[in-house]
């Protein structure tokens, strides 16, 4: 039998960051405020989970300004994009090895 869990990339344990590379691997780019919401979690906590998500490289920032309104959007790296799938590919071998 095939040991999974090693292939598990342990920056998706959270269901935080799970949730927040799910949402950016269905669009290109999501802005923080729609990250959050759609999480339903504090500004706080999903600063926390993108900065841990930005320093491995998973996630890119992007700040601008819309009028004068300050936007930050975010976007799945395509290391980040490589690392989540090659996490999904391990979960589904732990899945359907029990067949």
Known sequence: MKNWFEHLDKAFESKVR???MSLL?????????????????TDGNLASHLKALEKLEYVAMEKMFVGRK???????????KKAFKNHLTALEGMLNSGK
């Open 18 to 20: 799970l949730g927040i």
């Open 25 to 41: 691997m269905m669009e290109d780019s999501q802005d923080f405020t729609t990250l959050r919401e759609s999480l339903g979690i």
């Open 70 to 80: 300050p936007k930050t959007k975010y976007s799945a790296t395509k290391l980040g």
